[in-house]
C-alpha cells in the first residue's frame, strides 16, 4: 500500500520559515520523481516544486529563491523549505510521487492527503 505522509503545519506568521515534510512508503522511492502542489479554494491543484529521481528541479515562478525542494533517498523523505512565507502562500499543500517512462508517460501517480498552511499575523 502506497503512502504519502505530510507533516502538519497549522498557522505561521508572515516572514517565519517552515520546512514541511513528506514520507513515502509502499513505492521504490528512487525511482519516482516527487514534488509539492498547492491548492486554494476554488482553484486547480498546481505545481509549487518538483525534483526528478535525477536530480532536476523546477519550481513556480512566485516560489523561486524563496522555497527549495529537497529529498532524502535514504529516508524515503521530500522536504520543502519555505523561507520568507507571504499571506498568499496560504493553501494546502500536498505531496505527490510520479513515475513516468522514458518517453514522459505517467505510469503511476499518488498524493498525500495535504496539509494547510495557513500564512498570517
Known amino acids: 500500500q502506497v503512502q504519502l505522509v505530510e507533516s502538519v503545519v497549522v498557522l505561521v506568521q508572515p516572514g517565519v520559515s517552515l520546512r514541511p515534510s513528506c514520507a513515502a512508503s509502499?513505492?521504490?522511492?528512487?525511482?519516482?520523481?516527487m514534488g509539492w502542489y498547492l491548492q486554494t479554494p476554488g482553484q486547480q491543484r498546481e505545481l509549487v516544486a518538483n525534483?526528478?529521481?535525477?536530480?532536476?528541479?523546477n519550481y513556480a515562478d512566485s516560489v523561486k529563491g524563496r522555497f527549495t525542494i529537497s529529498r532524502d533517498n535514504a529516508k524515503n523523505t521530500v522536504d520543502l523549505q519555505m523561507n520568507s512565507l507571504k499571506p498568499e502562500d496560504t493553501a494546502v499543500y500536498s505531496c505527490?510521487?510520479?513515475?513516468?517512462?522514458?518517453?514522459?508517460?505517467?505510469?503511476?501517480?499518488?498524493w498525500g492527503q495535504g496539509t494547510q498552511v495557513t500564512v498570517s499575523s
Open positions: 509502499g513505492i521504490v522511492f528512487i525511482r519516482y520523481a
Open positions: 525534483l526528478t529521481s535525477g536530480g532536476i528541479t
Open positions: 505527490n510521487a510520479r513515475l513516468s517512462s522514458i518517453v514522459g508517460v505517467v505510469l503511476y501517480n499518488y
